[in-house]
């Protein structure tokens, strides 16, 4: 059956391919990309997809411009960032030389993003629907981490990211409409993230998370997987 999906970070390594694999499945599928990234969006993903522009998914009334332009079948929400010098700057700093802005960076996509997508865009989700929130599996290495890796704060912000989708699920809407709340939480995926070094120490492959989006949203029963 056709479905219509929204994919944020649809210009990205993961969402471009979960966009790829949608449309070959012959989905609909609306792309939500940053203004810079949208320049001929049709063309480096596929053409003929939706594309609508979203700076910033901390912004609200970015988020409420698409409220009430679709009925969507399900939410992949594959937002990230990658800095110029990809996971070398993303882990360079130790807390006590972090700068501020690296913070609020991810609280804003990981957490009021997260929260803007699910509260803005939940009324127009059919029943039924599914949101899928692609996470991250670096708060498993709690006390395990490389002298090298200085991530805690962006595994902090998972974590918090991680409990809002518990709350998620436990929304009275979400149960009264039965609407699946997904969770995909990857290792290290290979990507232009990690094309310096060090590099971790695995890697997965792109396909092998778009894999269990695809079941995910396929799936009559709330997943939750991590990926090691």
Same mark, same amino acid.
């Given at each position: 059956m056709k479905k219509t999906y929204l994919v944020f970070g649809a210009a990205g390594s993961i969402g471009k391919k979960v966009v790829y694999r949608l449309i070959n499945d012959d989905h609909n599928v609306i792309a939500s990309v940053k203004a810079h990234r949208g320049v001929g969006i049709e063309t480096t993903i596929l053409e003929g997809v939706n594309v609508v522009l979203v700076d910033n998914v901390a912004d609200r009334e970015m988020i409420e411009g698409i409220s009430n332009r679709y009925k969507l079948d399900g939410i992949i929400y594959a937002v990230g960032h990658c800095p110029p010098g990809g996971f070398t700057d993303a882990t360079k700093y130790p807390l006590s030389q972090l700068p501020l802005q690296n913070y609020k960076d991810e609280i804003d996509m990981h957490q009021i993003g997260a929260l803007n997508v699910f509260q803005c865009l939940l009324p127009i989700l059919k029943d039924g629907g599914c949101f899928v929130f692609i996470s991250s599996a670096i708060t498993r290495l709690k006390g395990q981490f490389p002298p090298f890796l200085q991530a805690y704060h962006y595994a902090s912000v998972i974590s918090a990211e991680d409990w809002l989708v518990d709350g998620m699920r436990h929304d009275p809407t979400v149960i009264e409409r039965k609407i699946k709340i997904h969770r995909i939480a990857p290792i290290s995926v290979d990507t232009p993230f990690h094309s310096g070094v %060090?590099? %971790? %120490?695995?890697?997965?492959?792109? &396909?092998?998370?778009? &894999?269990?989006?695809?079941?995910a949203l396929k799936s009559e029963d709330v997943v939750d997987k991590m990926m090691l």
């Open positions: %060090p590099k %971790p %120490p695995k890697m997965l492959a792109v &396909d092998e998370v778009v &894999d269990e989006i695809a079941r």
